[in-house]
């Protein structure tokens, strides 16, 4: 075992995220004003991990000063939420503001600024207003173009004076992944057409936000956050690369390319075509979609996704799917993190990093999510009652050390934000894993408590260096 030590450039962001759906709660909240998440979770409530879901998350809303300590306490930099597009208007046609929820957003920026903390605002974490998917079929619809937008124009004109980071999407492509595609969430619907049609009118709606922004004047930055997921093929042979080369384009490229090159795949057209996958586009969409390119992406990175070619014959019956393409495969004695079933594998980063240098021109990227979610987290407390994470810590060590590698070889890596702050609900897991560095204790009140890890990130953002400790022996 050796220590290898490694400095952290003063302009490279060490921060955290988390989103206004997964925190704030529902306090405040008016009638008519519930998202996709807040009515799925009235819907299906018994699918949520212990009945706990977004009434009240951690409370944020109302406790948000005390946390903006906390932040302060673990050394944040920055700290990225969301504005929750179905609180932030009471006419989402007219885009009426709700001053009442206007003005929690104004205190928070401003709490953040004065303890030196940088607020990064998304404009979408999966909060599109359920009304707008009941009237129109959400991003379906055109028309929700349109609203975003007007949704967007009024956000600006608040805070564009205040906030300089600014992103439109969240992961773009899961909620219509999950609902269209694979029909695992509420509404259950396997509709490939729709998916791609949510894909475009996404991207469509990043290009409008992004003209509006720079036509506006406002000072800053206006990027996207993306959920790439690091493909690997089983083996060198064609079958396999081709798989991995396949579930790359219809899950990563669909929202990379345009964001960073402004056009889609070549082949993506080519595909959807073969397999009638209907959706509507005009050459007017593409020309917005090449003029109007983010500043900046984020890129949620948590885990390889690894596949083989299919082994089975598809169908005829089964309507399209990118599955066609492709099975997924489990490596045989993985590291994995058992609570969340994801395999442990930092050389993600090291892959991503090549790829935005090479194959987008060194497009400057941060980390914008990579944490460990933990079950049971009680069982690893100290006398003292804190939580001794020393496994996040490990994992953050790993992932954020080949970021600063990448960094060091001129690669345009600005930054590494963690999921999360605090531990909060996420679709369907709620509260089982923990990934935050502060402990949410839902047995007292929401208690808050920092643990091993938040002590260890205010020691990193302190010293500018991290140290990590290698393994020496050969396997």
């Known amino acids: 075992m050796s220590n290898v030590t490694i400095e952290i450039p003063h302009d490279f962001m060490l921060g955290a995220a988390a989103s206004a759906w997964q925190t704030e709660g529902w306090s405040g909240k008016k009638a008519g004003q519930d998202s996709f998440l807040d009515a799925w979770y009235q819907q299906d409530r018994h699918v949520w991990h212990n009945g706990y879901g977004p009434a009240i998350a951690t409370d944020f809303i109302n406790r948000y000063r005390e946390d903006v300590a906390l932040m302060k306490a673990c050394g944040l930099t920055h700290y990225r939420t969301s504005i929750n597009w179905s609180r932030f208007l009471l006419d989402y046609e007219t885009a009426q503001m709700d001053e009442e929820y206007a003005s929690y957003y104004d205190r928070l920026i401003d709490e953040m600024l004065a303890s030196g903390i940088e607020p990064m605002l998304c404009l979408e974490h999966y909060e599109l207003p359920a009304v707008l998917l009941e009237k129109y079929g959400g991003w379906g619809s055109k028309k929700v173009v349109d609203l975003f937008v007007r949704y967007a124009e009024q956000v600006f004109a608040h805070y564009g004076h205040k906030v300089r980071r600014w992103f439109v999407f969240n992961e773009p492509i899961v909620v219509q992944t999950r609902v269209y595609l694979d029909a695992l969430r509420w509404p259950y619907q396997q509709d490939t057409s729709l998916w791609m049609q949510w894909n475009h009118h996404k991207n469509l709606a990043t290009a409008r936000v992004v003209q509006l922004f720079r036509a506006g004047g406002w000072p800053g930055s206006i990027g996207t956050i ?171 060590a790993e992932h954020l050390h080949e970021a600063l590698l990448a960094r060091q070889a001129g690669i345009n890596c600005r930054g590494y934000m963690l999921w999360a702050f605090t531990d909060n609900v996420s679709p369907m897991n709620a509260f089982k894993n923990r990934y935050g560095l502060i402990e949410i204790d839902l047995e007292n009140q929401r208690q808050r408590r920092m643990k091993k890890s938040a002590h260890w990130f205010r020691q990193l953002v302190d010293s500018r260096q991290l140290t990590l400790t290698l393994d020496d022996e050969p396997k």
């Open 226 to 396: 993306l959920n790439p997921e690091v493909t690997w093929p089983r083996s060198s042979a064609p079958h396999d690369v081709k798989a991995a080369e396949m579930y790359d384009l219809f899950y990563n490229r669909v929202f990379l390319d345009p964001a960073i090159k402004g056009v889609y795949p070549a082949q993506l057209f080519t595909l959807l075509a073969q397999h009638q996958v209907r959706w509507s586009y005009s050459d007017e969409d593409l020309a917005l979609i090449a003029a109007h390119r983010v500043d900046e992406v984020g890129l949620n990175l948590y885990y390889p996704h690894r596949v083989k070619a299919p082994s089975r014959a598809w169908h005829p019956e089964t309507p399209f799917h990118p599955a066609y393409y492709y099975e997924h495969f489990e490596l045989p004695g993985r590291r994995m993190n058992p609570s969340r079933g994801w395999e442990i594998q930092p050389r993600i980063v090291a892959d991503m990093a090549a790829r935005m240098r090479d194959e987008y021109d060194n497009f400057p990227w941060f980390i914008a999510e990579n944490g460990m979610g933990i079950e049971n987290e009680a069982r690893f407390k100290n006398e003292q009652g804190e939580i001794q994470d020393d496994y996040r810590i490990a994992f953050i």
